[in-house]
């Protein structure tokens, strides 16, 4: 290409604008340049700045300001006109200085959305991304775009306008609401070297721009997403370092670039909603590859807190003792317990790894982002986070229905509250917290419609204090039952089932519980026994299809129905009536017959959320992030 006259170079720029174009053309889109007269002929820009002379990326470079001379380029900026006149001088003049010594002279351009239409210098545009040149110097005008709360672009690139006008960087885009909020968090905890004064400067030369080179080498650059997406995805698993090793960079991408493949998760998971019971057909070896028949399978669990101090915990081991006794031939368990809530727990899980375990439980959301760290590592482990609904290709996630169990609650609470305000100690915000406030609220109300649900945070997942924090607030806020009310002391069902928390009928003047009333249990030894059993004898397809090139990602998400959940509640004090309405409800749900979420369901702003006898798909649910109009929740302050 270097050895080619100024004119070659032009027919071979002619040649892929005629290319671009047919292509453009034959799918039924425009084959010329986008020009922004066109599209802000209807919009109201509010300002105009300048922003001077900048350093502008060729890539973000994609239109002209005028239609007339958006009409001289093919869709890819080469020049669609092939006469004999004063535009193919001009550009084989440019393309010969370009050659000898660089160009120089600044062009201008409108800014738009993070995107840049030339005003003047159109042709140098087009030699230097002939010669796919990486920037472009250009005098800057910025056009605003007035907020518009119905339009996700423009909400997108407001939130980049405060990211660059705190940054000063513009190389960065992303497809997703909130991620330049979230890089921005990342980068004002960033502490580079003192010797570099500003860290944003560092970070973009020494660590994005690294980043970026590298993930267009391994093929990046194909995938659907903008680099800002993979470099978030990748500072969310591993930080922002202070400098790369490339070679080490390139080789963690590789494996990063099949997780990438998922990016936007909801068009590619697969809800598991029960136990794969039998074979379903051929089986991919990458299930059989590395455990062998006469092999027992190493089997890992790795707790948060500890099994004496932890109900939760306490549920889990139940959980690994009863896969011992019921396959204890066939497998070898261990554990470890009080894995560090943090950055840590990678080290201590990848023990695990090391330790050549087949298959890999971490038992609580907090040990997501380590775990699919050391799934990253080991790709021939399998993996498996206790968590929602985040499934990846390297790490599947697994969880109960909990709204099936709480929506029974609710019907207990409903039927015995005696002012008709009822407590619930939440955790966070999440889907699945959602869901189940909002399926114990419908059970409620479902019995006594004039149920209030008020709801406290504790923001955080498992602490005795907060939670006893949150209960006495329900109470201030006049509420007669409680649901999540810890418990002090240990009781037969806690010992049973480790349940750290229960339904509770409150004293409101002092404070302590009446009766403890019900609480959903998990049986988490039937989880596991039967995940691990359809590995052992070959039935584990949706695994399988999870580590295949063109398979699904896999959510285990089961309910009572798998008998992995199933409610107590108190034969003593809970009325005759209620427990017959109760043991009702839960035979129609586990025989598919009703869904808690049928409509018609308002949320607590009086919208219609669930029309009239439609109820709630899985994936509806699963991303739940609206409440019923009989729940009171105060503000989440994070």
Same mark, same amino acid.
């Given at each position: 290409?270097?050895?080619?006259?100024?004119?070659?170079?032009?027919?071979?720029?002619?040649?892929?604008?005629?290319?671009?174009? &047919?292509? /453009?053309? &034959?799918?039924?889109?425009?084959?010329?340049?986008?020009?922004?007269?066109?599209?802000?002929?209807?919009?109201?820009?509010?300002?105009?700045?300048?922003?001077?002379?900048?350093?502008?990326?060729?890539?973000?470079?994609?239109?002209?300001?005028?239609?007339?001379?958006?009409?001289? $380029?093919?869709?890819?900026?080469?020049?669609?006109?092939?006469?004999? &006149?004063?535009?193919?001088?001009?550009?084989?003049?440019?393309?010969?200085?370009?050659?000898?010594?660089?160009?120089?002279?600044?062009?201008?351009?409108?800014?738009?959305?993070?995107?840049?239409?030339?005003?003047?210098?159109?042709?140098?545009?087009?030699?230097?991304?002939?010669?796919?040149?990486? &920037?472009?110097?250009?005098?800057?005008?910025?056009?605003?775009?007035?907020?518009?709360?119905?339009?996700?672009?423009?909400?997108?690139?407001?939130?980049?306008?405060?990211?660059?006008?705190?940054?000063?960087?513009?190389?960065?885009?992303?497809?997703?609401?909130?991620?330049?909020?979230?890089?921005?968090?990342?980068?004002?905890?960033?502490?580079?070297?003192?010797?570099?004064?500003?860290?944003?400067?560092?970070?973009?030369?020494?660590?994005?721009?690294?980043?970026?080179?590298?993930?267009?080498?391994?093929?990046?650059?194909?995938?659907?997403?903008?680099?800002?997406?993979?470099?978030?995805?990748?500072?969310?698993?591993?930080?922002?370092?202070?400098?790369?090793?490339?070679?080490?960079?390139?080789?963690?991408?590789?494996?990063?670039? @099949?997780?990438?493949? $998922?990016?936007? @998760?909801?068009?590619?998971?697969? !809800?598991?909603? @029960?136990?794969?019971?039998?074979?379903?057909?051929?089986?991919?070896?990458?299930?059989?590859?590395?455990?062998?028949?006469?092999?027992?399978?190493?089997?890992?669990?790795?707790?948060?807190?500890?099994?004496?101090?932890?109900?939760?915990?306490?549920?889990?081991?139940?959980?690994?003792?009863?896969?011992?006794?019921?396959?204890?031939?066939?497998?070898?368990?261990?554990?470890?317990?009080?894995?560090?809530?943090?950055?840590?727990?990678?080290?201590?899980?990848?023990?695990?790894?090391?330790?050549?375990?087949?298959?890999?439980?971490?038992?609580?959301?907090?040990?997501?982002?380590?775990?699919?760290?050391?799934?990253?590592?080991?790709?021939?482990?399998?993996?498996?986070?206790?968590?929602?609904?985040?499934?990846? /290709? +390297?790490?599947?996630?697994?969880?109960?229905?909990?709204?099936?169990?709480? $929506?029974?609650?609710?019907?207990?609470?409903?039927?015995?509250?005696?002012?008709?305000?009822?407590?619930?100690?939440?955790?966070?915000?999440?889907?699945?917290?959602?869901?189940?406030?909002?399926?114990?609220?419908?059970?409620?109300?479902?019995?006594?419609?004039?149920?209030?649900? /008020?709801?406290?945070?504790?923001?955080?997942?498992?602490? +005795?204090?907060?939670?006893?924090?949150?209960?006495?607030?329900?109470?201030?806020?006049?509420?007669?039952?409680?649901?999540?009310?810890?418990? %002090?002391?240990?009781?037969?069902?806690?010992?049973?089932?480790?349940?750290?928390?229960?339904?509770?009928?409150?004293? !409101?003047?002092?404070?302590?519980? !009446?009766?403890?009333?019900?609480?959903?249990?998990?049986?988490?030894?039937?989880?596991?026994?039967?995940?691990?059993?359809?590995?052992?004898?070959?039935?584990?397809?949706?695994?399988?299809?999870?580590?295949?090139?063109?398979?699904?990602?896999?959510?285990?998400?089961?309910?009572?129905?798998?008998?992995?959940?199933?409610?107590?509640? %108190?034969?003593?004090?809970?009325?005759?009536?209620?427990? @017959?309405?109760?043991?009702?409800?839960?035979?129609?749900?586990?025989?598919?017959?009703?869904?808690? $979420?049928?409509?018609?369901?308002?949320?607590?702003?009086?919208?219609?959320?669930?029309?009239?006898?439609?109820?709630?798909? +899985?994936?509806?649910?699963?991303?739940?992030?609206?409440?019923?109009?009989?729940?009171?929740?105060?503000?989440?302050?994070?």
């Amino acid at each position: 290409m270097k050895d080619l006259s100024p004119e070659e170079h032009f027919r071979a720029a002619h040649r892929s604008a005629l290319k671009e174009y &047919s292509s /453009k053309t &034959s799918k039924g889109q425009i084959g010329y340049l986008p020009s922004l007269e066109g599209l802000i002929k209807d919009t109201d820009i509010v300002s105009y700045v300048d922003l001077g002379l900048m350093e502008v990326p060729l890539k973000k470079v994609i239109g002209t300001y005028s239609y007339l001379r958006s009409l001289t $380029f093919a869709a890819n900026f080469m020049p669609i006109l092939n006469s004999e &006149s004063e535009f193919k001088s001009k550009w084989v003049s440019l393309c010969n200085s370009h050659i000898k010594e660089g160009i120089r002279d600044p062009i201008k351009v409108y800014e738009y959305l993070n995107w840049y239409y030339v005003v003047e210098g159109n042709k140098r545009v087009s030699v230097l991304k002939y010669f796919d040149a990486y &920037s472009i110097t250009a005098n800057v005008t910025r056009l605003i775009p007035k907020i518009d709360n119905s339009d996700p672009n423009i909400q997108l690139y407001y939130e980049f306008l405060k990211f660059t006008n705190k940054t000063k960087i513009i190389s960065i885009w992303f497809t997703k609401r909130g991620s330049f909020t979230k890089l921005l968090d990342l980068l004002e905890k960033y502490n580079p070297p003192d010797k570099f004064e500003n860290k944003y400067k560092y970070f973009e030369k020494y660590i994005y721009n690294v980043f970026r080179n590298v993930y267009y080498e391994i093929g990046g650059d194909k995938l659907p997403i903008t680099t800002g997406d993979a470099f978030l995805e990748y500072a969310k698993i591993y930080g922002i370092p202070f400098e790369f090793n490339e070679v080490e960079l390139k080789k963690k991408l590789k494996e990063l670039k @099949k997780e990438l493949r $998922f990016f936007k @998760k909801d068009k590619f998971v697969n !809800i598991m909603t @029960k136990p794969v019971e039998k074979s379903q057909g051929n089986v991919l070896s990458t299930i059989t590859t590395f455990i062998k028949p006469a092999k027992k399978i190493k089997v890992a669990f790795a707790y948060a807190r500890t099994i004496e101090t932890s109900g939760w915990t306490f549920t889990h081991d139940l959980g690994r003792q009863y896969v011992d006794q019921v396959l204890g031939s066939q497998v070898e368990t261990s554990y470890i317990e009080n894995v560090a809530e943090n950055d840590n727990a990678y080290s201590q899980i990848k023990t695990l790894a090391e330790n050549g375990n087949d298959i890999i439980f971490t038992t609580s959301q907090v040990f997501l982002k380590a775990t699919l760290r050391c799934a990253l590592e080991y790709p021939n482990i399998k993996f498996f986070n206790c968590s929602e609904y985040k499934p990846y /290709k +390297h790490l599947s996630n697994y969880y109960g229905r909990t709204y099936e169990t709480r $929506f029974l609650t609710g019907v207990i609470a409903g039927s015995m509250t005696q002012n008709n305000i009822l407590g619930y100690a939440a955790t966070s915000p999440t889907p699945e917290v959602i869901s189940c406030i909002n399926a114990f609220s419908l059970g409620a109300k479902m019995v006594n419609p004039y149920t209030k649900v /008020k709801v406290t945070w504790t923001r955080e997942w498992n602490s +005795h204090l907060k939670f006893t924090n949150a209960n006495n607030r329900l109470m201030e806020l006049g509420a007669d039952i409680v649901s999540n009310r810890n418990l %002090s002391l240990p009781r037969d069902v806690t010992r049973k089932y480790g349940v750290f928390s229960m339904l509770c009928s409150m004293d !409101i003047k002092t404070g302590k519980p !009446i009766h403890h009333l019900a609480a959903p249990i998990w049986h988490w030894g039937i989880f596991y026994e039967k995940i691990i059993r359809s590995v052992l004898n070959g039935t584990y397809k949706t695994v399988t299809d999870m580590f295949s090139s063109d398979g699904k990602l896999v959510n285990f998400w089961w309910g009572m129905a798998s008998d992995v959940l199933d409610i107590y509640y %108190s034969k003593k004090y809970v009325p005759s009536g209620t427990q @017959k309405l109760v043991n009702l409800m839960k035979n129609m749900i586990v025989n598919n017959l009703y869904n808690p $979420f049928t409509g018609p369901i308002y949320d607590n702003k009086g919208v219609l959320r669930i029309n009239d006898e439609e109820a709630a798909s +899985h994936e509806e649910i699963l991303n739940m992030n609206w409440f019923v109009d009989n729940v009171e929740p105060e503000e989440y302050i994070k």
